[in-house]
């Protein structure tokens, strides 16, 4: 390893350090389980530092975030403003969004709760379910694990209307579970239905698809696709569909 390898690893490691911390600390305001699972999910989820180390979200400054439980992608993103306008940032990395309005949908009464006690006045998330509930227009859309909890035409709604809140070149950033991923899929599935639980819902029915059939569905919605693992470090077979809306 040479010497400037491993300083980019020392400072990433300080960055996720400082950035967790920034990120996780409005939750002590909205009590112990809200602090601890952010804490956990952001410090162990890859997709969070996937969103910052590949620049996902340059240049988009409405952001809607669907199903986003007790809004830690808006917390991760402010954190991470924060942190790049302070000077500690990774020279490796692209810039941070900078300007992000995130907007966060959630149906689930108790995290929408969380949010707000975490977040005040400044809570930019309302709860209603993403299956009938307008969604503007924005510039990027960001669905974590969340489709595969509406039947199949549900889900194709949705895109629908996704794509309509898109202009053309729009961004739709999509984390699945590969229906194909074998036994790691089945232990996401079982891990699904225990951290739902945890948060105090009950565990509903899933609707899941391979990577090939959602990636249809997404062409059959208007978007063109690309599929990135997002299962690093963890036992799961998560995929991120990269969508552009065409």
Not at 69 to 93: I, T, V
Not at 185 to 191: E, K, L, V
Request: hydrophobic share 40%; net charge positive; proline share 4%.
């Amino acid at each position: 390893m040479t010497t400037a390898t491993a300083q980019a690893q020392f400072n990433g490691a300080r960055l996720n350090g400082e950035l967790l911390d920034a990120a996780c600390e409005p939750y002590r305001t909205a009590g112990r389980f809200a602090y601890h699972f952010a804490r956990g999910k952001l410090r162990i989820d890859p997709i969070y530092r996937a969103i910052l180390e590949s620049g996902l979200l340059l240049g988009r400054a409405r952001v809607l975030d669907l199903g986003c439980g007790q809004g830690l992608l808006n917390a991760w993103l402010k954190a991470a403003e924060r942190c790049y306008e302070h000077g500690n940032w990774p020279r490796a990395w692209p810039p941070a969004p900078l300007a992000v309005t995130t907007r966060g949908i959630e149906m689930m009464s108790r995290d929408v709760a969380r949010a707000r006690r975490a977040f005040g006045t400044r809570c930019e998330i309302s709860q209603a379910d993403i299956r009938n509930t307008d969604f503007g227009m924005v510039d990027a859309v960001v669905i974590l694990d969340v489709l595969h909890y509406m039947p199949a035409q549900a889900q194709n709604e949705v895109l629908q209307r996704v794509r309509a809140a898109l202009r053309p070149g729009g961004l739709l950033l999509l984390r699945v579970g590969d229906a194909d991923g074998g036994l790691r899929f089945r232990y996401g599935q079982w891990s699904d239905k225990l951290v739902t639980r945890l948060r105090g819902h009950a565990a509903p029915a899933q609707y899941c698809r391979s990577v090939a059939q959602w990636s249809d569905l997404l062409h059959e919605c208007g978007f063109d696709s690309e599929a990135k693992p997002m299962s690093r470090g963890t036992p799961f077979a998560n995929v991120l569909l990269i969508a552009h809306a065409h």
